[in-house]
């Protein structure tokens, strides 16, 4: 399915081996969306590019949110700090 990379970004099928290897370890039914990691991430790109940011990801799964983060400190000039 083509639109799968578009809609939840390119490791979509990792999220789906987990669910078949380890089930009982993954908490959704299927992965984020890339339009759902945007909206989530978007307080970091709205925030002041010269404040200090400390931003926290916890359980990076497929990476869709690392990728959103990453994205919405392209343009952040001041110290920042991603754990």
């Known amino acids: 399915y083509k ?4 809609f939840w970004g390119e490791h979509y099928l990792t999220f789906f081996k987990g669910i078949i290897r380890n089930p009982s370890q993954v908490g959704a039914v299927t992965p984020a969306s890339v339009f759902v990691a945007r909206e989530i ?43």
Do not use: K
């Not at 639109?3 to 578009?6: S, V, W």
């Open 41 to 83: 991430t978007r307080p970091i790109s709205m925030r002041n590019s010269n404040e200090p940011l400390r931003v926290l990801e916890v359980g990076g799964g497929s990476g869709i949110f690392t990728t959103a983060i990453e994205a919405a400190l392209a343009n952040h000039t001041g110290d920042y700090t991603v754990d």
């Open 3 to 6: 639109g799968a990379h578009y």
